[in-house]
């Protein structure tokens, strides 16, 4: 005989397959024969499924996959349970009888339902009496009444039968929760057909699972604020499923009525690939109407044709000059600047000409006319100084480091081509009375004798900012003209950016601000001012790749980001100006920039206007099912706000949504994908779940993440940021294959897209210029920061995304993959530096890979400080073993030598050992967007990290890839479930299982030997 105390544990009616020490299916069949459908085997299988995290419905017919068999037997003596070897036998004298044994073996079984250890042979029912055998004699007699569980608070308010299964899982309630608690009634009558019973049965099964509490029985109880599942079979051919206030009924005739019933059950959501409630899909999505706002156009003669104007003018004044000397700056490419030379040289053939780059003009006089003489020097240099000016207008954007910030990364390009160490390279920040140049250059001996010396001053011209009173200096085109050493004729020139950046502010933003729509209290905050802008520009500008990692030169990238950054700006300033609070949202600003080697300057502006939509509400209340096929014929729905009826004829209805082609997908592992919802622009963001490899057909997330940790990993949040979701897609592969301990300790749920139209508008981007930034295409399709939308009611399906994890899998640990500039970002007309509304610079890269963790409270949430040490400790030495350690170290260096050492708040570097990990204080707050300030109680961490990957290909994305891989594995590796603890509870009010959060730290053992 075996342990009945044994039967609601693995190796009793359940199994765990898998081996990760959590069940996953059950083991048992039942032969039910068709004979006897007790109304009690409903609780029983509600148990059975309750006690495992994924099941099929294949365990009420013979099937081999089981080792244990329930058979019933008619005896006339005793209604009884044993179980021998693997045959759980039921002997039964009537129907009511055995429902009485099994609902006591379903709601109040468990192994220490009675004291002691001996092992329980048979349970059995006699006269309203439970009598308790145990294996030396014992009995222990308990009266049925004094199971009564007590009636339960817990109540229902269901406005649609999808709401019963939906993406979610099983009733999951409003607000996030580890717990889905149920208080379910099946209501069902003798006459229903076997099949119809068999489909009840699995039905029960399914909930049981989902649920992390349920209260029994769940027959043989009427209660009235219960969710009631009514079976009444009747005479109506088609049968049919109608909501009814907190009853879901099911009635109708014979194989209909199993239909219905079985539809029910069985069918998933379509979310995840079933039938259930597929008519809803179509309205998930919003229509694609779009108005234009205005669309205007510009041209310009440009700085080249006013330039050689100018010198045309002048050139009746110079021509019988001698020594001259004439000095051009002028914001074109080399090539450009070279036949601008030739020509300028041909008609001023007394004059010596030289024409440098208005843009990063320092940088480019160091290569182009410092380096040569330093290369013949080669040998004897000991130390290149370079003074630079200190920036010091009170009006001006500018940092005072801005003439060392022009500069970069000279250092490096010069050290290559003298083949010396960048470190010999330095920079100082003169006064201005000790210095009267923008730049000096000081090239020493080993001795300290001075070799070289050169300077030169830079011409800036000063634009206004979007801000009222504040400017930008940026560097212009100009010419001067020199006899000797005496200057006759200076003039500056506005450069082609500068040009239409002017016309840009000037003319444009009022334009879109007069034209937006500022209607609704939303507006611009939860939704945007107007839906886009497009930018088309073409223009000539220096476009050049140094020979240092990622870096490049290029003026009209920066004048991409000012475009984008400045007219957010730009609605940020007006908010505060006219409704006293910064507008976060202006809408989409995309900036299509084309480098055209010695074209005039030309735009065409169009922007979009905003146009309201809504999601349609639909409300699903009445299926009608036929005895020939097993999904719907008819729905009835009410839509929209005025809840029309709406009938339907769906017996035609497939469902179809494939999963997008480019989307990164694991090659190797088990993963379970769904569709989270859908974008603005009606793309389906996916999500995937990696769990213990299973074989059923159901699984519930809410029980898996009862009974192990899990952690959410949201990728692409940030579309210009570009390794995570590459980076994802292998990591689930690397996991199954090198670390298979993590999917024995945890769930992982991953957002492996999670801004479909944020990609899509960087595939745009990418196509004229692939290795810029692109920051204009970090938010989403209408330039929303799609998180400031999560957890309310929004029409952008990407802010939902995050929010239906936290309430589908309650997860422990939430981070957020991100990336940073791989190379310099610079906005010349926001003072050079990135704009203003950044307090911390993020100029050049500070690493490779950083992290930020969101800080509670240490004092307050000490096991969460103890999380985050285990965390941060974990990412180090994941970093600390791969060569990203070197690469971190590099920029840290860089960091430091251009912006740290003299501005060490704007530049801060946080430590943890040699690891850069800010942390953010944050406060608990229910409103919150933020997981962990959210839910304090249940979240355990909230992470993001940040790796240099705007935009990057090739061998740039791999390491920005492997950077993002050793994060997310340094912060979960060392999560272990045995330290979990798990906690069941059988009582009067209900069974219960729960993980206590939050997470437990391992605990470290000193190895004293
Ligand atoms: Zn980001």
Redesign the pocket.
């Known amino acids: 005989m075996r342990d009945l105390r044994e039967m609601w544990e693995i190796g009793g009616l359940v199994e765990d397959q898998n081996k990760d020490k959590v069940a996953d299916r059950v083991n048992i069949w039942f032969d039910l024969n068709g004979e006897i459908h007790p109304e009690g085997l409903i609780d029983f299988c509600a148990r059975l499924g309750f006690e495992t995290t994924s099941l099929s419905f294949d365990f009420l017919l013979q099937n081999n996959r089981y080792s244990n068999k329930l058979s019933f037997v008619k005896n006339d003596i005793e209604t009884s349970v044993e179980w021998d070897l693997n045959h759980f036998l039921v002997r039964y004298q009537n129907e009511e009888e055995v429902s009485a044994l099994l609902r006591f073996l379903a709601g109040s079984w468990h192994r220490s339902f009675v004291s002691g250890v001996v092992p329980i042979q048979k349970i059995k029912l006699n006269e309203n009496e439970i009598f308790i055998e145990a294996k030396d004699g014992n009995m222990t007699v308990i009266p049925v009444e004094a199971l009564q569980k007590t009636t339960s608070e817990k109540s229902y308010q269901i406005d649609s039968l999808i709401e019963v299964w939906n993406e979610l899982g099983f009733m999951h309630s409003d607000q996030a929760s580890p717990a889905n608690n149920h208080n379910v009634n099946f209501l069902t009558e003798d006459s229903l057909e076997h099949h119809s019973w068999i489909e009840i049965y699995y039905g029960a099964s399914r909930i049981g699972m989902e649920s992390t509490a349920l209260i029994f029985p769940i027959t043989a109880r009427n209660e009235p604020n219960a969710l009631k599942f009514h079976f009444e079979p009747g005479d109506a051919k088609d049968a049919r499923i109608q909501l009814d206030g907190n009853i879901i009924q099911f009635t109708g005739a014979g194989k209909s009525l199993t239909n219905a019933i079985s539809y029910f059950f069985r069918e998933k959501h379509w979310s995840s690939d079933g039938h259930f409630g597929c008519w809803e899909r179509q309205f998930k999505k919003l229509d694609n109407k779009e108005e234009s706002l205005f669309h205007i156009t510009w041209n310009d003669e440009g700085e080249i044709q006013e330039l050689y104007d100018k010198l045309g003018e002048w050139g009746e004044y110079v021509k019988d000059k001698k020594d001259l000397n004439i000095n051009v700056f002028i914001s074109e490419p080399n090539a450009i600047r070279n036949d601008m030379k030739r020509n300028i040289e041909n008609s001023f053939p007394q004059a010596k000409v030289s024409i440098r780059s208005a843009f990063k003009p320092g940088y480019f006089w160091l290569i182009e006319e410092v380096l040569p003489s330093l290369l013949k020097l080669r040998k004897h240099i000991g130390s290149i100084s370079i003074n630079c000016l200190k920036e010091e207008r009170a009006d001006g954007l500018e940092l005072p480091i801005r003439w060392i910030q022009e500069l970069y990364p000279v250092d490096e390009v010069m050290a290559q081509e003298l083949q010396i160490d960048s470190s010999f390279i330095d920079f100082k920040l003169c006064e201005v009375m000790d210095l009267d140049a923008t730049y000096e250059v000081i090239v020493n001996d080993i001795q300290g004798n001075q070799l070289y010396q050169n300077q030169i001053a830079i011409p800036v011209s000063k634009v206004p900012y979007v801000e009222e009173g504040k400017h930008s200096y940026p560097t212009t085109a100009y010419f001067s003209i020199y006899e000797g050493s005496k200057q006759i004729v200076q003039h500056f020139i506005q450069t082609d950016r500068e040009r239409f950046y002017t016309f840009y502010t000037e003319h444009i933003l009022s334009e879109l601000w007069g034209k937006s729509d500022h209607s609704s209290e939303e507006a611009g905050f939860l939704r945007p001012l107007f839906d886009r802008i497009e930018i088309n520009v073409e223009m000539s500008e220096e476009e050049l790749k140094l020979p240092v990692g990622e870096e490049r030169i290029s003026s009209l990238e920066a004048l991409h980001e000012d475009l984008y950054f400045n007219t957010l700006d730009y609605f940020l300033i007006k908010g505060e100006q006219t409704v006293g609070k910064g507008y976060t949202a202006a809408g989409g600003v995309y900036p299509f920039i084309k480098v055209k080697e010695g074209i005039k300057p030309k735009a065409e502006i169009t922007a979009y206007q905003w146009l309201d939509k809504t999601r349609e509400a639909i409300l699903t209340e009445q299926l009608l099912f036929n005895s020939g096929q097993r999904t719907p014929i008819e729905v009835k729905y009410r839509l929209g706000k005025e809840r029309d009826l709406i009938k339907e004829d769906i017996s035609d209805y497939v469902q179809v949504e494939k999963i997008p082609e480019d989307l990164p997908l694991p090659k190797k592992a088990q993963f379970h994908a769904w569709v989270a919802d859908y974008s603005y622009r009606n793309k389906p963001i996916y999500v995937y779940e990696v769990f213990a490899d299973i074989k059923e057909t159901y699984y519930s997330a809410i029980k898996l993440t009862a009974n192990k940790p899990t952690v959410l990993i949201e990728t692409g949040?940030?579309a210009n940021?570009v390794s995570s979701m590459p980076a994802i897609a292998e990591l689930i592969d690397e996991i199954k294959e090198k670390y298979p301990d993590i999917i024995k300790n945890m769930n992982l749920v991953i957002i492996p897209r999670a801004n479909p139209d944020g990609s899509e508008l960087h595939k745009r981007m990418i196509a004229d210029n692939p290795e810029w930034k692109h920051h204009a295409a970090?938010y989403n399709a209408v330039g929303l920061e799609y998180s400031d939308v999560r957890y309310k009611d929004t029409i952008f399906g990407e802010g939902n995304v995050v929010p239906k994890i936290m309430n589908r899998w309650a997860p422990d640990i939430v981070i957020d993959n991100?990336?940073i500039p791989s190379h310099e970002w610079t906005q010349p007309f926001a003072g050079y530096h990135i704009p203003p509304r950044f307090h911390m610079s993020y100029w050049i890269p500070n690493a490779m890979i950083y992290g930020i963790a969101r800080m509670l409270n240490k004092k307050t949430y000490p096991e969460h400080s103890a999380v985050l040490d285990s965390i941060m400790h974990g990412v180090q030495q994941r970093v600390k073993q791969s060569n990203i350690q070197d690469m971190n170290k590099y920029w840290m260096g860089r960091y430091k030598k251009y912006g740290n050492q003299f501005m060490p708040k704007l530049f801060p570097i946080e430590l943890v050992e040699e690891l850069i990990f800010y942390k953010w204080p944050t406060k608990t707050d229910t409103s919150s967007r933020d997981a962990i300030s959210r839910f304090p109680e249940w979240v355990s961490a909230d992470l993001i990290s940040?790796a240099a990957d705007e935009t990057v290909y090739g061998e740039a994305l791999e390491i920005c890839k492997e950077a993002q891989k050793l994060f997310n594995l340094g912060s979960i590796e060392w999560i272990n479930s045995e330290e979990q603890e798990v906690y069941r509870n059988y009582d009067l009010e209900d069974i219960r299982v729960e993980r206590l959060r939050p997470l437990k730290v391992p605990v470290i053992s000193e190895n004293l030997s």
Request: net charge negative; glycine share 14%; aromatic share 0%.
């Open positions: 949040h940030h940021e970090r991100h990336g940040e």
